[in-house]
């Protein structure tokens, strides 16, 4: 929506956060981010339009139009661990406001997401669409022990991320959200998981085969079941995981991409898992 586009840039051209933190932090300096007015004694301040960076993301609405928003975030420290993937499950704390600064939502105590949700705005465990396209931004901390029974990581990546209705809650209202509301996430980035939704071994995030961070439009046999879900992507009665070879699985039975190996028998340059012209023959 232009609307939101405008508010959006509004508020960007407005604001500012506390940068000067960020550069050289106090001995007690908690690394939240803080947004102020561009006002008074802070008239001097940078705007934060110049510097967010900004991500051009289209998607499908609910009659499979395709829609394009402007997506604006901010990293404030980057981190120092690895970049999370799209269909990851992500450690995190996060603060959910409006451009009025109220906040709807918010955890201090980390909490697991699971990215992937249904093919158009919110998934099962509230996590919008435009928070998946910014996360992989940012990078993930060093765990350094327990505090209280809570998680305690250091050098962890902080962002905000700014989007439009479209990539929010839409027309929908929630407690603290009006619809059509453009919205603001400040999240920490403390650790993530490599999931594998149908436990084919291979990485959901791998399976978004098209790059364009929708799991669901990506059915390779097309039989009404994204590869993210389905144990035989190809549909050829081999499942997937045994159309593929690998070693080192960790502890939690999961394995690097580096360590598949994508074979393909009849050496058409298609891998057999995703190739219903191969067909695993019994003895």
């Known amino acids: ?42 008239a001097n301040k940078i705007p934060l339009i110049d510097q967010v ?52 939502d918010f955890t201090n105590v980390p909490v697991w997401f699971d990215q992937i949700g249904n093919p158009y705005y919110t998934s099962s465990t509230g996590v919008v669409t435009g928070w998946k396209f910014f996360t992989p931004e940012l990078k993930t901390g060093t765990f350094t022990g327990l505090d209280a029974g809570v998680a305690v990581y250091e050098n962890y990546g902080v962002g905000a991320v700014f989007m439009p209705s479209g990539l929010g809650y839409f027309n929908t209202t929630i407690t603290g959200v009006s619809a059509y509301s453009p919205l603001v996430f400040r999240i920490d980035m403390l650790a993530n998981i490599e999931s594998d939704h149908d436990g084919d071994k291979i990485p959901s995030y791998y399976e978004d085969q098209d790059g364009d961070f929708f799991m669901y439009n990506v059915d390779t046999d097309g039989d009404g079941i994204a590869d993210i879900y389905d144990v035989d992507d190809d549909g050829d009665s081999a499942l997937t995981i045994d159309e593929i070879e690998y070693t080192d699985l960790d502890e939690n039975g999961r394995i690097s991409i580096d360590e598949i190996d994508f074979l393909d028998y009849n050496d058409d340059d298609l891998p057999d898992y995703l190739d219903p012209n191969y067909f695993v023959e019994e003895d």
């Not at 000067?20 to 947004?35: G, H, L, Q, T």
């Not at 051009?56 to 609405?61: A, H, K, M, N, S």
């Not at 404030?76 to 992500?90: I, K, L, Q, T, Y």
């Open 1 to 42: 929506m232009l609307e939101d586009d405008e508010a959006l840039q509004e508020y960007l051209s407005t604001h500012f956060y506390n940068y000067e933190d960020f550069a050289n932090p106090p001995a007690s300096f908690d690394y939240k981010i803080v947004f102020d007015t561009i006002e008074g004694t802070n």
């Open 53 to 104: 960076q900004t991500k051009p993301v289209i998607i499908l609405d609910a009659d499979e139009e395709e829609v394009a928003h402007n997506l604006y975030y901010l990293i404030a420290r980057e981190g120092e661990g690895v970049h999370p993937h799209v269909a990851d499950s992500v450690y995190v704390k996060y603060t959910g406001s409006n451009l009025s600064g109220d906040v709807f």
